[in-house]
């Protein structure tokens, strides 16, 4: 019998910098905690040690708003106490006290665990539920968002105020309402991919999963990983670094989710593959895999869209042009058509080709029901349900790749440093089914670059879904037919602006007149700023003028393990190109 165990929402108010340089430490100085499922149970401390005297003979399982920031202090406080760390394991752990921990080889970390006699608490993140900022999950509850707070050099002892208290308090609060209703809807999984997951099984049966998707070898997963590849991202090279005007956005709705259902005709491989020759000729209801040795050269008038991959003298993110060297590529049937559409190619070496039996519409059933869900829950105002009708849809596919390849990172303190560490362990796991995986995100690419190409000259950029381009009037008869607010697998318009500005994949800058008298938060509402990595604070600075690659912008905060926790650093971005072309 599973025992039952009370969840908390935490947080905790940590030093800055300045007292960091002055001190060589940090630490917390504030914490509150709210229990989910009974609000009025609340406490609050100034010190880390009080945070967990609160915890101790308890079983809890505490939620954070970023894990990898506050679970370096629980980290730091938990080994510098003289508790042993080792890898998360669900059998055969030991009696003794001690941490366990999910952290993978990125350093994003899932869960901390601490047993110690009665005591047993995980941590876990909510931003593996909510993949954004904790003022967007307010949004989303309508709950009143946060209130920022003046950083500086803290005293040590000095007295935390009511408003530094209502500050953490409101965070803990609105934690709370969100984990309160993943509690309610049974999304107890650590990620909300894997909790896209569960209910798909539940939703569809395990007999009918075994079937549709079974797992697959470690070798044949191996074989059969080089064909998925991610979305199409592609900026037209005559309108790179230039202003241009009225560029008109259009984004797909629900791409992914649209390919699964099988909107436009699209086949989803099932069961597993068998092996055939290059002349085998497909049935309807077959789809493929290719793989080939061959070299390369752009057709007039087509976009490229296949990338280098661990080739020398290239960057994996560079789109091929031409290329003489043979190379060896994998290709699934919707990749195989757009290759020969777009590229001259001659096939050097053929190495094999594994054929699948397919169906259309293999996740109409699920994608209709959370469809339904969404349009409820728009009609009746509840943010919650909404964004867990998206998150199931726009979550599941991407879960069948997971790579059974994985790194995770143990903690150990380190006495010398005074600080904690991290050493890599590697380990295989059990492969899903790929294929699924790889079919939706070809069908997702020959569609974009097929769409892309329509509009010639009038093309400028495209991302997975999204689609850029100029003189729509043009092309309005095109639109006036593949366009719908809400129809899955149609386009609906994002936005028209008037100024624009493009100076590389995954960074543009949009923008409607601003009045000489708007208020900084008028200015964000008529500017749109995609840049990854850079933050918000940072964006206040950008314009067109200094938005390039190479410029250096204030309003970053780089982070890093140190005596204590986590330190947030005031630093600069830098943008960086990350492209080359080849002719």
Known sequence: MREYRLAWGADFETTVEIQYLAEGRVYVWAWAVQCVQDPDTKARGETIE??????????????????????????????????????????DKPK????????????????????????????????????????????????????????????????????????????????????????????????????????????????????????????????????????????????????????????????????????????????????????????????????VTLDLHLKKNKLPWIHYNNHPGHLNVEYIIEEEDPMRMMFATPDWELLHECYECDVIGFNGRWVFWAEKGQFDSYVNYWMGVKERASLE??????????????????????????????????????????????????????????FITSYGRNRIVHDAMRFGDDFVYADTDSLHILNYEKHKHWFEKECHPTHLGYYGLEDKWEDAKYIRAKAYMHQHPIPPEATPEQIRKLREIKCGGLPDKAKEHVNFDNFHVGSELEGKLAGRVVPGGYLLRDTTFKIQGGERWTF
């Open 50 to 91: 009080s945070f967990f005297e609160f915890f101790k003979n308890k079983k809890a399982d505490i939620y954070f708003h970023n894990l990898k920031f506050d679970g370096m202090f629980i980290l730091d406080y938990l080994l510098r106490s003289g508790y042993p760390a080792m890898e998360f394991t669900f059998k």
């Open 381 to 438: 105002g509840n943010g919650g349900r909404r964004q867990q009708a998206k998150d199931m849809m726009n979550n599941l596919s991407g879960r069948f790749a997971l790579n059974p390849n994985r790194e995770s990172k143990v903690p150990y303190f380190d006495k010398e440093a005074d600080m904690v560490k991290f050493q890599t362990v590697k380990k295989i796991v059990a492969p899903w089914y790929v294929p699924t995986s790889i």
């Open 96 to 291: 003794e006290p001690h941490v366990e921990t999910m952290i993978d080889g990125h350093g994003a970390v899932y869960r901390i665990d601490l047993y110690d006699g009665k005591t047993h608490l995980a941590f876990y993140d909510s931003m593996k539920k909510y993949r954004m900022p904790l003022e967007s999950v307010a949004s989303i509850f309508r709950i009143p968002g946060k209130t920022p707070l003046k950083l500086g050099y803290r005293f040590i002892g000095r007295e935390v105020t009511d408003e530094e208290w209502e500050r953490v308090e409101n965070d803990v609060r609105i934690l709370c309402e969100a984990m309160r209703f993943q509690k309610e809807q049974g999304l107890n999984r650590i990620t909300v991919a894997s909790d896209a997951k569960d209910a798909y099984v539940e939703m569809t049966g395990k007999e009918v999963i075994a079937r549709r998707h079974p797992r697959l070898s470690y070798e044949l997963d191996e074989a059969l990983r080089p064909a998925y590849k991610g979305g199409y991202v592609y900026l037209n090279e005559p309108y790179r670094g230039k202003v241009i005007h009225d560029v008109w956005v259009f984004d797909e709705n629900s791409k992914y989710p649209a390919i699964m259902k099988g909107v436009h005709g699209e086949l989803l491989p099932r069961g597993m593959p068998r092996w055939v020759d290059q002349d085998y000729v497909l049935e309807e209801n077959e789809v493929d895999i290719w793989d």
